[in-house]
Protein backbone atom coordinates (compact mmCIF):
# COMPACT_ATOMS: atom_id res chain seq x y z
CA UNK A 1 0.00 0.00 0.00
CA UNK A 2 1.38 2.95 -1.24
CA UNK A 3 0.72 6.48 0.78
CA UNK A 4 2.27 9.74 0.33
CA UNK A 5 1.54 12.13 3.47
CA UNK A 6 2.70 15.74 2.89
CA UNK A 7 3.71 18.36 5.53
CA UNK A 8 4.91 21.67 6.18
CA UNK A 9 2.68 23.96 4.79
CA UNK A 10 1.66 27.47 6.43
CA UNK A 11 1.25 30.63 5.73
CA UNK A 12 4.23 33.26 5.45
CA UNK A 13 4.19 36.79 4.09
CA UNK A 14 5.55 37.69 0.92
CA UNK A 15 9.43 36.66 0.39
CA UNK A 16 9.44 34.10 2.98
CA UNK A 17 10.15 30.65 3.02
CA UNK A 18 8.44 27.24 3.58
CA UNK A 19 9.80 23.23 3.28
CA UNK A 20 7.67 20.99 2.04
CA UNK A 21 7.77 17.36 2.87
CA UNK A 22 6.68 14.13 1.01
CA UNK A 23 7.09 11.49 3.81
CA UNK A 24 6.62 8.30 1.10
CA UNK A 25 5.93 4.68 2.10
CA UNK A 26 5.28 1.38 -0.22
CA UNK A 27 7.24 2.22 -2.90
CA UNK A 28 9.17 -0.30 -4.51
CA UNK A 29 12.06 -0.40 -6.96
CA UNK A 30 11.72 -3.41 -9.21
CA UNK A 31 15.11 -5.44 -9.31
CA UNK A 32 15.91 -3.77 -12.25
CA UNK A 33 16.08 -0.97 -10.40
CA UNK A 34 13.64 1.00 -12.37
CA UNK A 35 13.01 4.40 -10.19
CA UNK A 36 9.71 6.27 -9.63
CA UNK A 37 9.21 10.09 -10.99
CA UNK A 38 7.91 12.12 -8.08
CA UNK A 39 6.65 15.51 -8.38
CA UNK A 40 4.91 18.18 -6.60
CA UNK A 41 1.86 19.69 -7.96
CA UNK A 42 -0.18 22.71 -7.00
CA UNK A 43 -4.02 23.77 -7.24
CA UNK A 44 -4.45 27.71 -6.08
CA UNK A 45 -8.31 28.07 -5.58
CA UNK A 46 -10.25 28.36 -9.45
CA UNK A 47 -7.53 27.27 -10.76
CA UNK A 48 -6.36 23.85 -12.44
CA UNK A 49 -3.88 21.97 -10.88
CA UNK A 50 -0.60 21.93 -12.35
CA UNK A 51 2.85 21.20 -11.86
CA UNK A 52 5.55 22.44 -9.83
CA UNK A 53 8.73 21.07 -9.70
CA UNK A 54 9.49 16.80 -10.28
CA UNK A 55 12.32 14.53 -10.44
CA UNK A 56 13.20 11.05 -11.26
CA UNK A 57 14.52 8.70 -8.16
CA UNK A 58 17.05 7.91 -10.30
CA UNK A 59 18.22 10.96 -11.78
CA UNK A 60 20.30 13.98 -10.43
CA UNK A 61 18.39 16.97 -12.18
CA UNK A 62 14.80 18.03 -12.07
CA UNK A 63 12.47 19.65 -13.89
CA UNK A 64 10.57 23.21 -12.65
CA UNK A 65 8.15 25.17 -13.40
CA UNK A 66 9.22 28.56 -15.40
CA UNK A 67 6.76 30.73 -12.33
CA UNK A 68 8.99 28.77 -10.16
CA UNK A 69 12.05 28.82 -11.41
CA UNK A 70 15.15 29.91 -9.46
CA UNK A 71 13.04 29.72 -6.26
CA UNK A 72 12.11 26.58 -5.51
CA UNK A 73 14.24 23.57 -5.54
CA UNK A 74 12.72 20.08 -5.30
CA UNK A 75 15.37 17.21 -3.33
CA UNK A 76 15.27 13.73 -2.46
CA UNK A 77 16.40 11.53 0.17
CA UNK A 78 15.95 8.03 -0.76
CA UNK A 79 17.37 6.55 2.03
CA UNK A 80 14.39 7.85 3.68
CA UNK A 81 11.88 7.50 1.12
CA UNK A 82 11.31 11.47 1.81
CA UNK A 83 10.67 14.58 -1.16
CA UNK A 84 10.91 17.78 -0.47
CA UNK A 85 10.23 21.11 -1.87
CA UNK A 86 12.13 24.25 -0.64
CA UNK A 87 10.19 27.56 -1.50
CA UNK A 88 12.06 30.59 -1.29
CA UNK A 89 10.74 34.28 -2.44
CA UNK A 90 7.59 33.42 -2.33
CA UNK A 91 4.97 35.34 -3.59
CA UNK A 92 0.78 35.83 -3.41
CA UNK A 93 0.48 33.90 -6.19
CA UNK A 94 2.04 30.88 -4.96
CA UNK A 95 -1.08 30.27 -2.77
CA UNK A 96 -2.19 26.92 -3.34
CA UNK A 97 -3.15 22.96 -2.08
CA UNK A 98 0.06 21.73 -2.82
CA UNK A 99 0.07 17.96 -3.30
CA UNK A 100 3.11 15.05 -4.22
CA UNK A 101 2.79 12.66 -5.93
CA UNK A 102 4.68 9.73 -7.74
CA UNK A 103 4.96 7.74 -10.80
CA UNK A 104 6.48 4.50 -11.99
CA UNK A 105 7.86 6.00 -14.99
CA UNK A 106 10.94 8.12 -15.84
CA UNK A 107 10.69 11.89 -15.89
CA UNK A 108 12.60 14.38 -17.56
CA UNK A 109 14.08 17.88 -16.10
CA UNK A 110 12.94 19.14 -20.18
CA UNK A 111 9.30 18.75 -19.81
CA UNK A 112 6.38 18.22 -16.72
CA UNK A 113 5.28 14.79 -16.32
CA UNK A 114 1.70 14.39 -17.10
CA UNK A 115 -0.66 14.29 -13.94
CA UNK A 116 -2.12 10.78 -15.69
CA UNK A 117 1.16 9.26 -15.25
CA UNK A 118 1.28 9.97 -11.50
CA UNK A 119 -0.23 6.62 -10.05
CA UNK A 120 -0.67 7.86 -6.72
CA UNK A 121 -1.18 11.14 -4.78
CA UNK A 122 -1.03 12.47 -0.54
CA UNK A 123 -3.39 14.54 0.21
CA UNK A 124 -2.15 17.99 0.22
CA UNK A 125 -0.73 20.70 2.57
CA UNK A 126 -1.92 24.48 2.26
CA UNK A 127 0.65 26.95 1.36
CA UNK A 128 -0.60 30.64 1.99
CA UNK A 129 1.27 33.82 0.84
CA UNK A 130 0.23 36.98 2.47
CA UNK A 131 0.64 40.17 0.95
Known amino acids: QVQLVESGGGSVQTGGSLRLSCAASGLTSSITGFGYCMGWFRQAPGKEREVVAA????????YYADSVKGRFTISRDNANDTLYLQMNSLKPEDTAMYYC????????????????????WGKGTLVTISS
Open 101 to 120: AAGRRYCSNAYPPPQSGMDY
Open 55 to 62: IYTRGSTA
